[in-house]
T-cell receptor, first 114, second 111 residues
């Protein structure tokens, strides 16, 4: 059971570099999202999507782009990495139809920007 | 902007003690969820509460949703070292898909 798969698990970037965090889910979920987790700040929503072709901003979208060309994939792009983007990133999905649907998380991607 | 405030942020207790974690907001949520997160892993759902005033029990854990659906609490009876972890509350806006999380309560239960 793959669930939500995100790669890479660890990445070190230099300031100004770009990269893409990959996320895929095999549960046919409509709703996918990206969160970042920093010490003492819980999970903050970056971007989310309610279906293929539809994306929207969350709480902290600046510096990140997303796209949703298929139901399964929801990549997160850092256009020009900054040290403030050092964090743990979690991709998540849920079926989204009913209130209180379970959110399934990937294992996380640890990103360090130097 | 919707905010979920959790308290306390950190809790260190002895095995066998009881504890309560709170999750408060000025906004109304269609549902409130509690997740537990272990180091190096993503959060895992413990419970979902949907109806104002709802109480759910999961073994030694009791979850309550406030009557106005703006707050929730998690009570653990006779805590055990296996309860150690980060507890996160998450609220879903009424009529929407966005789910926001509180900052979390880090619980450490000493044997």
């Amino acid at each position: 059971n793959a669930g939500v798969t995100q790669t890479p698990k660890f990445q070190v970037l230099k300031t100004g570099q770009s990269m893409t965090l990959q996320c895929a889910q095999d549960m046919n979920h409509e709703y996918m999202s990206w969160y970042r987790q920093d010490p003492g700040m819980g999970l903050r929503l970056i971007h989310y999507s309610v279906g293929a072709g539809i994306t929207d901003q969350g709480e902290v979208p600046n510096g990140y782009n997303v796209s949703r060309s298929t139901t399964e994939d929801f990549p997160l792009r850092l256009l020009s990495a900054a040290p403030s983007q050092t964090s743990v990133y979690f991709c998540a999905s849920s079926s989204g139809r009913e209130s209180g649907n379970t959110i399934y998380f990937g294992e996380g991607s640890w990103l360090t920007v130097v | 902007t919707q905010l979920l405030e959790q308290s306390p942020q950190f809790l260190s207790i002895q095995e066998g003690e009881n504890l309560t974690v709170y999750c408060n907001s000025s906004s109304v949520f269609s549902s409130l969820q509690w997740y537990r997160q272990e180091p190096g892993e993503g959060p895992v759902l413990l419970v979902t509460v949907v109806t104002g005033g709802e109480v759910k029990k999961l073994k030694r854990l009791t979850f309550q949703f406030g009557d106005a659906r703006k707050d929730s609490s998690l009570h653990i009876t006779a805590a055990q070292p296996g309860d150690t972890g980060l507890y996160l509350c998450a609220g879903r806006a009424a009529g929407g898909f966005k789910t926001i999380f509180g900052a979390g309560t880090r619980l450490f239960v000493k044997a």
